[in-house]
């Protein structure tokens, strides 16, 4: 997204130089800074740089309030922060335990659609959400599922400042993981739990293409067991000859 920004202003500002508005394009000299598929160090590892297991029922156990039907279902879904915060009620159906994902609210809280055309998906709810989400429902009173009480999106900083942070403090883990972490932890847990092939992963978490997919968590798909047992072959073929 955004490389996708620079390449619309660089244009314009080049427009501009064009009709001698502007002496020179000020934006080719800009660097995007590079994603997580392209600094990451390794392939990406429980407790490292996503929760593991314990951590997040921590996080699920130790929040009682307005806050834990955001964290189960952002846990269980995979979703985008932006996503969740602009999630409607119409588009959540309990009924067929589906979160239609049609929409998400940018960093000023303005509605649109999904960052891409692969972001409109629909995403099958486990039990936990979708009892988390009928509690909740009885005690909401806007259209937006975790809105604020005029009914606005939540705000980026707002939620990162005070929901966010204090609740990795009281769950004994301060600083350690950003929010988008549980994205990851949701991908694995679908990859480790559900046997959900690359393309049903990509589909589900909304990413533009299967490689993306493979990209962060292609080791995920790997059989650990199947490479210990041809090891240990290797290991035993070589010390007879």
């Known amino acids: ?14 427009f501009a130089q064009g009709r001698g508005y502007v002496a020179q394009n000020v934006a080719l000299g800009v660097k995007i800074k590079s994603d997580i598929r392209e600094t990451a160090k390794g392939p990406l590892r429980p407790g490292v740089d996503f929760p593991t297991m314990q951590e997040l029922n921590a996080l699920i156990d130790i929040q009682t309030g307005r806050l834990r039907p955001f964290i189960v279902t952002a846990i269980f879904t995979g979703m985008r922060l932006s996503e969740l915060r602009g999630l409607v009620w119409r588009d959540v159906d309990l009924e067929a335990g589906i979160i239609h994902v049609r929409q998400r609210a940018n960093a000023w809280g303005i509605m649109g659609p999904p960052k891409s055309k692969a972001g409109k998906r629909d995403i099958p709810l486990a039990p936990i959400v979708m009892n988390t989400l009928r509690s909740w429902r009885s005690s909401s009173q806007g259209e937006l599922v975790f809105g604020t009480r005029s009914d606005k999106a939540l705000g980026m900083s707002n939620f990162r ?57 292609g080791h995920l798909f790997e059989d650990k067991e199947a490479d210990r047992v041809a090891m240990a072959k290797l290991e035993a073929a070589v010390r007879v000859a």
Not at 1 to 14: A, E, G, L, Q, W
Not at 200 to 216: A, E, P
């Open 161 to 217: 400042v005070h929901e966010w942070e204090p609740l990795l403090c009281r769950a004994g883990m301060e600083g350690r993981y950003n929010f988008h972490m549980l994205r990851h932890a949701a991908a694995s847990l679908f990859i480790a739990y559900l046997g959900w092939t690359p393309k049903r992963i990509q589909t589900v978490m909304g990413h533009s293409s299967v490689q993306m997919t493979f990209d962060l968590y």
């Open 1 to 14: 997204m955004r490389r996708k920004v620079m390449v619309h202003v660089k244009t314009c500002i080049s």
